[in-house]
T-cell receptor, first 118, second 114 residues
Framework: NAGVTQTPKFQVLKTGQSMTLQCAQDMNHNSMYWYRQDPGMGLRLIYYSASEGTTDKGEVPNGYNVSRLNKREFSLRLESAAPSQTSVYFC?????????????????FGAGTRLSVL | KNQVEQSPQSLIILEGKNCTLQCNYTVSPFSNLRWYKQDTGRGPVSLTIMTFSENTKSNGRYTATLDADTKQSSLHITASQLSDSASYICVVSNYGGSQGNLIFGKGTKLSVKP
């Protein structure tokens, strides 16, 4: 049981290049998320997918696109990378929203992708 | 505006000592509050999650408290160990009809020295 797996772990891009960050979870979770974490700031939500087939914008979606490929996989794409997108990116998943089963609300995070855009 | 404020920003303690981290929030409507531990270079890992009706929850040497009236939470670490060195993140959830309704604090960076 690997949990949440992100690839790659590190990436260096030049301004204007594109790339896709991959995320997969093996916990049969409904919801998946992409966050970015910058020094001195809390985790900020980029996009999320409440369930297979749906995606929604978070707090900082500009410059990104996502695809919920199936229940397991949720990818994040940078079409034209900019230096402002230099950050650590985390994928997370959780069972879903539940008032009665609080454990379902716990998010599980991947190890992160460290991206530098030069 | 929904906000989560944590204090202190950073803290250095000696191994074996206790410490308390604080979290104040202005999130409405409140659903639950979680504390995460994030080791350097790793993703956050859940320590505790508390709903409105819970005012304390323990996970080993970690004890979280919640005062929903004053909108404050604390994380108490007992008999600290070197492995407790990490950032501790307070996250508050509100049920605004959206799955993306988690508000993250900026974290407290704890360093435990031998």
């Amino acid at each position: 049981n690997a949990g949440v797996t992100q690839t790659p772990k590190f990436q260096v891009l030049k301004t204007g290049q594109s790339m896709t960050l991959q995320c997969a979870q093996d916990m049969n979770h409904n919801s998946m998320y992409w966050y970015r974490q910058d020094p001195g700031m809390g985790l900020r939500l980029i996009y999320y997918s409440a369930s297979e087939g749906t995606t929604d914008k978070g707090e900082v979606p500009n410059g990104y696109n996502v695809s919920r490929l199936n229940k397991r996989e949720f990818s994040l794409r940078l079409e034209s990378a900019a230096p402002s997108q230099t950050s650590v990116y985390f994928c997370a998943s959780r069972g879903g929203l539940s008032v009665t089963d609080v454990a379902k609300n716990i998010q599980y995070f991947g190890a992160g992708t460290r991206l530098s855009v030069l | 505006k929904n906000q989560v404020e944590q204090s202190p920003q950073s803290l250095i303690i000696l191994e074996g000592k206790n410490c308390t981290l604080q979290c104040n929030y202005t999130v409405s409507p409140f659903s639950n509050l979680r504390w995460y531990k994030q080791d350097t270079g790793r993703g956050p890992v859940s320590l505790t999650i508390m709903t409105f009706s819970e005012n304390t929850k323990s996970n080993g040497r970690y004890t979280a408290t919640l005062d929903a009236d004053t909108k404050q939470s604390s994380l108490h670490i007992t008999a600290s160990q070197l492995s407790d060195s990490a950032s501790y993140i307070c996250v508050v959830s509100n049920y605004g009809g959206s799955q993306g309704n988690l508000i993250f604090g900026k974290g407290t960076k704890l360093s435990v020295k031998p």
